[in-house]
């Protein structure tokens, strides 16, 4: 990126009264132009108590989704339209119904990671932080858990005294790290820490020092006192290795762990979509953002 782009980006951002937000998952050169980065829960609170008028998401469709939920006052755009989520893409509204419908008396649990209208037929959400306290205070005779299946199971394993169904989904990033590339990772830096997302399968975090939300795992990498392998989206070992030159952090499969809907967005997409020339504005049924706001603000009252 030149200085002449990063200067002319500063310039339209404030003459536009705009707020660039940017997930960790996303290139280092919108990293460095984001005014605040974070995973899509933190950007999504944060934007609710920004002053600006004009939000722009750096991440995918839920992420923004989840913006305009929080801040319906703000003129929410995602620079790239294209960029979804797979995950979220695996379950819709009317399968949840149908789920429901077999199982009436489960509380229905949605992990953050979902489309706004998938949140407004749910009961509850979850981020991979929250994830664990929450389902451990929720008083049901059964979990729905949805749509990530790796995550569920993962919670499921430490609440062992809740019952707990799980949608088969997945994240097709994290979902394909294998065992044996961890093994092969751990055996070319001995000694080196492992952190991971539990988005990935149980053959790959039971590996793990440490499973957690994207947070956890930088907090994790940069207070650790030995080098540290970055089992998650390459995102995460970019902006580590990028903001602490002195401490050690490897790739864990970067080829692998790459998810191609977060990084469609370039510089000079980010400056069209800061001058109205590129990117969709959130626009939300006022019914629907009510309704997914409500397992938000349960997600809040239980976290
Ligand atoms: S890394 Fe996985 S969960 Fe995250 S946005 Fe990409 S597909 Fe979705």
């Known amino acids: 990126m030149t200085d002449a782009l990063r200067d002319l980006i500063a310039k339209r951002k404030k003459e536009t009264d705009t707020v660039i937000l940017a997930h960790t998952y996303q290139p280092p050169e919108i990293i460095e132009l984001a005014d605040i980065t974070g995973d899509s ?3 999504a609170k944060a934007a609710a108590k920004l002053p600006n008028k004009r939000i722009i998401m750096c991440g995918v469709r839920f992420m923004a989704e989840s913006v305009k939920i929080l801040a319906p006052e703000k003129q929410v755009i995602l620079p790239a339209p294209d960029a979804g989520c797979g ?6 509204p009317e399968e949840i119904t149908a ?4 199982h009436p008396d489960a509380v229905v649990c949605a992990y953050i990671n979902t489309t706004a209208a998938t949140k407004a037929v749910c009961d509850v959400c979850v981020t991979s932080s929250s994830a664990l306290r929450i389902v451990g205070k929720l008083d049901a005779e059964e979990i729905l858990f949805l749509p990530d299946r790796n995550l569920g199971g993962w919670i499921a394993a430490q609440c062992p ?3 707990m169904t799980l949608w088969n989904g997945y994240c097709p990033v994290h979902d394909t790290l ?4 961890v093994l092969q990772a751990k055996n070319d830096h001995p000694g080196a820490l492992l952190a991971v997302h539990p988005e990935c399968r149980e053959e790959v975090v039971r590996h793990a020092d440490m499973a957690g939300s994207t947070a956890e ?4 990498a940069i207070k650790a006192d030995k080098p540290v392998i970055i089992g998650t989206e390459r995102g995460v070992a970019d902006t580590l290795t990028k903001k602490y030159p002195d401490k050690e952090f490897y790739y864990l499969c970067p080829e692998t762990l790459t998810c191609p809907d977060m990084k469609y967005i370039s510089p000079e997409l980010l400056l069209q979509a800061i001058n109205g020339e590129a990117g969709e504005t959130i626009e939300m049924d006022e019914e629907l ?3 997914a706001k409500k397992s938000i603000d349960r997600m809040l009252e239980l976290g």
């Open 41 to 43: 829960f933190a950007l």
């Open 87 to 92: 995950m979220a893409r695996m379950i819709k």
């Open 99 to 102: 789920w429901k419908e077999q």
């Open 161 to 163: 005294d809740k019952k």
């Open 178 to 181: 294998t065992e044996e590339q």
């Open 217 to 220: 795992i930088i907090d994790f």
């Open 289 to 291: 953002r009510l309704k």
